[in-house]
């Protein structure tokens, strides 16, 4: 599908989005191996959450929807039922990861598969799996399909990651949950910390602390100035997160916040187009998760955080934009984990802005539903955009006019929605080829998109 995406005036508005899709991911899966009922508020909408609610009940895993309300009848631990076939993670990295991370525990084989794409993008719950004793297979022992058989209990294992990923971590964890004894997972940096929220209150024993400094009840008050200060500093802050197993993990209530991923688009569109006034409520503001704001406001965007509160353990608030006089910056080092998923639509915030932008220790982007490197690069060159590709990141010279053009999603809902924000400041038609992928974490994103703007 093409969508045809024209410059605006201004954009004004109160909106809202979609549910977190990365909690809503871990709300269906900790609730399907929950003790009882689980319920959850606000669940995303998007194909990858609907995908993994399909996951589950291939499973065996009962699951309701009343309204706005998602019921998951929990089946305990070991309760789940081995499938009738292969299970289709679309194009989901995060439900085929986190699951793998789950069937380790079952004494029964799966086969988990995707789409094309997902299937050329490496799986590195591989190696940390068999490691805890779980039978796991892969295509070139990297891509899927993955063959899992699953032992019962795992043995624990102190795993340190290569590169910082919240989804191989998040894996190792929740296989950690079928382990006789304490799971530990090193990271060079700290990534998305979801998972760890959710176990703990689902009521799983969860630990995280600074390796080789500070208590583990210290973390989540040093979080966020630490990772402040290793962005300024270049200093890596590697981190250990341990879980105890044999767990049993309790019902709860979750109401998922809006997604920040999906928040961003707005808050770079709102910065971009001049006069703009956006209101946005109700966004997640995980500490790993809203570098796209810190980053946003040392370009020089207009960002105002409102309202803040706690929902279920992860801080919320409505983010406030105003058009900007947006400046280059360099985005690198610790911070990269922490705003992964946000890098297209900053490239697009730096195209826009004064001076020379850097994006450098980004080559997970390689790795996601496309090589979001060479589509970013490839997208802002046919709109008249100077900019230079680097094997992990890229460099952008902003100030010179964006001009509309053909562009192409190439399959990534991410591509197709930042490119739909850099039409908005171009000049002429821009048209997105493969838009329709923008479902996959954001329907409705082009008609809200529509509703905000007055040209």
């Known amino acids: 599908m093409q969508v045809r995406v024209f410059p605006v005036r201004v954009l004004r508005g109160t909106i809202s989005v979609p549910g977190d899709k990365s909690i809503s991911h871990r709300a269906a899966l900790l609730g399907a191996i929950a003790e009882g009922a689980t319920e959850v508020k606000g669940f995303a909408l998007g194909k990858d959450p609907r995908t993994t609610l ?18 998951i009848h929990g089946v305990g631990l070991r309760g789940l039922k081995p499938p009738d076939g292969p299970l289709y993670a679309g194009n989901s990295g995060t439900l085929i990861k986190l699951i793998s ?6 004494e029964f084989h799966s086969v988990l598969t995707g789409d094309d794409s997902l299937k050329m993008r490496p799986m590195r719950v591989v190696e940390p799996l068999r490691l805890m004793g779980a039978e796991v297979s892969a295509r070139d022992d990297l891509y899927p399909p993955l063959a899992i058989r699953g032992r019962f209990p795992l043995k624990p294992v102190h795993y340190a990651l290569p590169v910082a990923s919240a989804t191989v971590k998040s894996a190792v964890l929740l296989a950690g949950l079928c382990a006789e004894g304490r799971t530990t997972v090193e990271e060079p940096a700290p990534s998305r910390d979801h998972t760890e929220r959710m176990l703990g209150a689902f009521g799983a024993r969860i630990e995280r602390r600074w390796l080789r400094e500070g208590r583990a009840e210290d973390f989540e008050r040093e979080l966020e100035r630490r990772l402040r200060r290793a962005e300024g500093e270049g200093r890596p802050l590697r981190v250990q997160v341990s879980v ?30 001049p006069k703009s006034h956006l209101r946005i409520r109700g966004v997640g503001l995980n500490p790993t998760r809203k570098a796209v704001v810190d980053v946003l406001r040392r370009m020089g965007a207009d960002i105002r955080v409102e309202e803040e509160r706690l929902v279920c353990g992860e801080p919320v608030g409505d983010l406030v934009v105003r058009g900007s006089e947006l400046k280059g910056t360099r985005i690198a080092g610790a911070l990269i984990p922490n705003l992964i998923d946000e890098l297209p639509v900053l490239a697009v915030a730096a195209a826009c802005a004064r001076g020379e932008t850097v ?28 900019v230079g590709e680097l094997p992990d990141g890229m460099v952008i010279g902003g100030r010179r006019p964006l001009r509309g053009a053909l562009v192409d999603s190439f399959g990534d809902h991410r591509i197709a929605m930042a490119f739909a924000v850099a039409g908005l400041a171009a000049e002429g038609e821009t048209a997105i080829e493969g838009a329709e992928w923008a479902d996959i974490s954001f329907p409705g994103f082009f008609e809200l998109l529509e509703r905000i703007s007055r040209r």
């Open 244 to 273: 105890e197993g044999v767990a049993r993990l309790e019902k709860q209530r979750v109401a998922v916040p809006g997604d920040i991923s999906s928040a961003a688009f707005f808050l770079v569109a709102g910065a971009i187009v």
């Open 101 to 106: 991370g789950i069937l380790a525990g079952q």
């Open 54 to 71: 399909e996951v589950l009940r291939r499973l065996g895993v009962r699951i309701e929807r009343k309204g706005d309300i998602l019921r």
């Open 359 to 386: 994006i450098r220790d980004a080559s997970e982007l390689r790795t996601k539903e496309t090589d979001r490197i060479r589509a970013v690069v490839e997208n802002l060159r046919r709109m008249g955009a100077k």
